[in-house]
């Protein structure tokens, strides 16, 4: 019995970690799906990240709020239009990670666990379930037999009603009680020095006098916009788009695996009712 109990124990350890490792990587797959092609949401909703900033390391541009015109002559050396071509660079790498609409990373990680999990998940279920089928007859079967089917339904249980829970409040606060919503609403605007912005107002100012490319002029404006953006977005409160792709996406993972558990473990139990004394 010693070796038997031990053998079991072990299956329903590994089955129960590799059920939780699959369910929770095959819930953010699903999240990521709903956010970026059901729920889709603008940059503005997404968060505004800081762009990249410039600030020269030497430059005879003096750091006041006054706009630099460059009348006279280029006040940049050739170290700082190297600085510039850097910068560009940051920026353009910036603009590349801010078009994605979700996080790239954390779904590579997702799909990486899920890869790895599911199989290890079947293979040993797969035993598990035969072996406990095979000695429900000969072994009390509430025992140590059945305790994977118990804490599996139980934790997905649980995980679905807080999911559902969060499901009807996002609900309630986005098209029932609005107002809900309207006071937890905080922005964060933070006023833009003009010393922020300077050296790159300088590459606007001065690309006649300093030979700048109509692209490189292009460029400095178009960060201006970006980091105006990124000094007023909105925080704390998560929009109701993120909200429903989380909940839904933990509720289709979650109810299904909790009602497959929950069948075996009434099916077995009407058997044992049914088994004479």
């Known amino acids: 019995m ?26 953010y797959i699903l999240y990521v799906g709903f956010d970026s092609f059901v729920f889709v949401r603008s940059a503005e909703e997404r968060g505004y990240s800081v762009p990249p900033m410039f600030y020269l390391s030497k430059t005879d541009v003096t750091p006041t709020a006054e706009a630099v015109t460059c009348i006279d002559s280029c006040p940049f050396t050739e170290t700082d239009k190297q600085q510039i071509a850097d910068w560009e660079q940051s920026y353009a790498e910036w603009k590349d990670q801010s078009r994605i ?4 990373s954390s779904l ?9 999990s599911a199989p ?29 089917y118990y804490i599996a339904a139980l934790g997905t249980l649980i995980v679905a009603i807080v ?20 006071q937890d609403d905080r922005y964060s605007s933070q006023a833009i020095m003009a010393t922020e912005t300077q050296d790159v107002d300088a590459i606007i100012n001065c690309a006649d006098t300093c030979g700048f490319t109509e692209e490189q002029v292009a460029s400095a404006k178009e960060w201006k916009a970006d980091y105006e953006k990124s000094n007023a977005v909105q925080v704390v409160t998560t929009t109701w788009q993120a909200s429903l792709s989380r909940t839904i996406a933990g509720i289709l993972v979650t109810l ?12 077995e139990s009407k058997k044992n009712k049914e088994q004479p004394i």
């Open 2 to 27: 010693g070796t038997s109990f031990v053998r079991h124990l072990y299956f329903t350890v590994i089955t129960i970690i590799t059920l939780a490792m699959m369910t929770v990587s095959f819930g």
């Open 101 to 104: 609409s979700y996080d790239a």
């Open 108 to 116: 590579v990680n997702a799909i990486s666990f899920f890869v790895v």
């Open 120 to 148: 290890l998940f079947f293979l040993h279920y797969r035993i598990l379930r035969r072996e406990y089928l095979a000695l429900r007859d000969t072994e009390n079967s509430t025992g140590v037999f059945s305790i994977y």
């Open 163 to 182: 999911f559902t829970a969060m499901f009807i409040n996002t609900v309630l606060r986005t098209w029932v009680i609005t107002d809900a919503s309207k």
């Open 256 to 267: 299904p695996v909790f009602f497959y558990h929950w069948r075996f473990i009434r099916r």
